[in-house]
């Protein structure tokens, strides 16, 4: 959060003009970067009238908890209000999300989502929205996962005439989700004082503040409750829009028997799996006939194993991009493509029947496919040549057939401990931005670790481990790895730094003398001990996350080298640019640098490197001060 302080502690700040400066001036810390002079607008013209609403209330003492990051994400609820309720003497919270806008219409599909005239786009009903977040907030703070009865949430739009939005008030309200407008201002207030006394809220923030983070919800775990039962996910913002998206075009489709495509973009952890889960899972039980596809091994395997562990049928939901050569057109009502980004420029390869060999491209298989193909991605995790799903050519692809393509983007994360910081630190570190390297600044959200060998790093992990937290190792492709294992031996060590040796996971679908097949690394205990590389991390998470940088990538002088000769990946052909090898490699350690959700060690091989890696950091980044 930005700020703490009583109503009327705001109310005078906001009166001095000092309450602006200081939210700034956090927002810097915390995320930074300036805010946009939209949000500081939005601060002036809003929280004060939410403070003085709470005073005429007569609830001067209630604590606002103003621009309240939610747990594991980095959302953030414009005001959580806590109190003691009037009624019971107990701890009571409201959400408030607070709007300007003095007109809005509902959309002509569908109420959760709303029109604005200077929104292009549609965006969710505030009502939704506010309700989004408290559900959230019960999911994942253990101050309310016991006593969700103590919270409520409701959206203020305190610019609104009934004239002027009076279509909103058709979403469903319900305890997580009121509608008031600036008109009916009393009513409000009112509100505000069943939920609230007038006794001070200090103690019933300090108890929210300090309530037990849960553990994230991780994908994998869910995966088979999520296809039966939609709620184990809760969708925000903009995740709602797009699954409400796709949603609406699969019913336009049906009912006039058209094509329409959805792309969804968005970088690591902002949800774009969760949302095609929720999308599968929902379309299942409707009845339509849905689909899968990755072109991830691990992914969908992975998918297959939890998800259709009782049930076969759900297992066969789960597909590759190459599954659909020879798919009748529009044969499925939605085909849901995750990591879209992996998209090859063919099916077809060596092993393809000359029967399959239709000579389209990979793209247009996918769009033929379904009535309405779903692509969701993010363009900065190509990891291999030839992977070539990005926004621009999908839209070209779509263009030729004369389809036309509706983009939803994606903002906030939910990997990594949902910091921004840390994201933003790691695309400045590799140089995937402008600017080059940051120091970190340690936040409550992300931990950052250096370590001075890899003995260290797996030292520390294992005594994560033993705390009850998850943990991986992984590391560029810098050396051999031995990819058959004659039955009855061990996985050879093939990661050598120094004394310290340790086997690559294994490579194929069978568990090599106790460790897990490679789809299966990310998510069976059993995969630490052996080192991940990009291909088997990537898609996954944990919650303390090893990266070894090896020589392929090394700092010296003021910047970043790229040797390829030091790779073993053989997706590199002689062929390959080294302005694509470049680039590939950095988006390598981009995705293995945020895989973890709680924190994250990191050692180099290099000495120049982990010197560059140290000046970044603090002490407090040392292995020894965690």
């Avoid at 703070?141 to 005439?161: F, K």
């Avoid at 399959?356 to 995790?381: C, S, W, Y």
Wanted: aromatic residues 8%; hydrophobic residues 40%; negative net charge.
């Amino acid at each position: 959060m930005l700020f703490r302080d009583s109503a009327a502690a705001v109310a005078a700040e906001c009166l001095s003009g000092a309450l602006f400066f200081r939210l700034t001036e956090q927002f810097v810390h915390v995320h930074g970067h300036k805010p946009g002079s939209s949000e500081v607008r939005a601060w002036e013209r809003s929280i004060p009238v939410l403070a003085s609403a709470l005073n005429d209330a007569g609830l001067g003492q209630v604590e606002m908890l103003l621009e309240y990051g939610l747990p594991l994400n980095s959302k953030r609820a414009d005001a959580v209000l806590a109190g003691v309720h009037p009624r019971t003497g107990l701890p009571s919270y409201v959400v408030v999300e607070l709007k300007q806008w003095s007109s809005a219409e509902p959309d002509d599909d569908d109420p959760s989502l709303c029109r604005i005239d200077s929104y292009a786009r549609a965006v969710l009903n505030p009502v939704d929205q506010v309700r989004g977040y408290c559900e959230y907030l019960v999911s994942f703070n253990g101050a309310l996962a016991e006593h969700p009865e103590r919270l409520h949430g409701a959206a203020y739009l305190h610019n609104a005439t009934e004239f002027g939005v009076s279509g909103l008030f058709e979403a469903e309200q319900n305890q997580y989700g009121q509608l008031f407008i600036g008109a009916r201002r009393g009513e409000f207030i009112d509100y505000l004082r069943t939920k609230l006394g007038p006794e001070s809220g200090a103690s019933a923030a300090d108890e929210l503040v300090n309530g037990k983070i849960g553990p994230s919800k991780q994908l994998m775990a869910v995966a088979a409750q999520e296809v039966r039962e939609r709620e184990q996910f809760v969708l925000l913002d903009e995740q709602q829009i797009a699954y409400r998206t796709v949603l609406n075009a699969v019913r336009r489709a049906k009912r006039s028997d058209h094509k329409e495509i959805v792309i969804v973009t968005g970088g690591p952890g902002t949800g774009k799996s969760v949302i095609a889960l929720s999308l599968l899972g929902e379309l299942y039980r409707q009845g339509s006939t849905a689909l899968h596809a990755t072109g991830s091994s691990s992914f969908t395997t992975t998918m297959r194993k939890v998800a259709g562990a009782r049930k076969r049928e759900v297992k066969d939901l789960f597909k590759y991009f190459n599954s659909f050569m020879t798919a009748e057109h529009n044969s499925l009502d939605v085909l849901i493509c995750d990591e879209a980004h992996r998209i090859r420029e063919t099916s077809a390869n060596r092993y393809t029947p000359a029967t399959n060999r239709t000579g389209k491209a990979q793209l247009e298989e996918l769009i033929d496919a379904a009535r309405v193909p779903v692509f969701l991605l993010d363009e900065h995790q190509v990891v291999r040549p030839g992977e070539m799903g990005t926004v621009a050519e999908i839209k070209a692809a779509a263009a030729k057939k004369g389809l036309h393509a509706r983009v939803v983007p994606l903002d906030s994360q939910f990997r990594c401990g949902g910091s921004d910081a840390y994201l933003r630190w790691v695309v400045r570190l590799l140089g995937l931005e402008p600017g080059g390297p940051v120091a970190w600044e340690p936040d409550d959200k992300m931990q950052l670790v250096v370590a001075d060998s890899p003995q260290e790093m797996e030292a520390f992990l294992d005594g994560r481990r033993s705390q009850g937290y998850s943990a991986r190792i992984s590391a560029g492709y810098c050396w051999k790895w031995t990819k058959k294992v004659p039955p009855g031996q061990a996985l050879p060590s093939d990661v050598v730094i120094g004394e310290w040796e340790r086997p690559w996971n294994v490579f194929g679908d069978r568990s090599v003398d106790g460790a897990p097949p490679a789809a299966l690394w990310a998510t069976d205990p059993a995969g630490f001990g052996q080192v991940g590389c990009v291909y088997t991390a990537q898609g996954f998470e944990y919650d303390w996350s090893g990266v070894i940088i090896g020589p392929d990538l090394v700092w010296r002088d003021d910047h970043w080298v790229t040797d390829r000769s030091a790779s073993k990946d053989p997706v590199f052909k002689k062929s390959t640019p080294d302005t694509d090898v470049d680039r590939l490699i950095r988006n390598t350690y981009k995705v293995l640098l945020t895989r973890g959700m709680v924190g994250t060690v990191v050692y180099s091989t290099d000495a120049e490197t982990r010197q560059k890696l140290r000046s970044l950091t603090n002490a407090t980044s040392s292995v020894a001060a965690v």
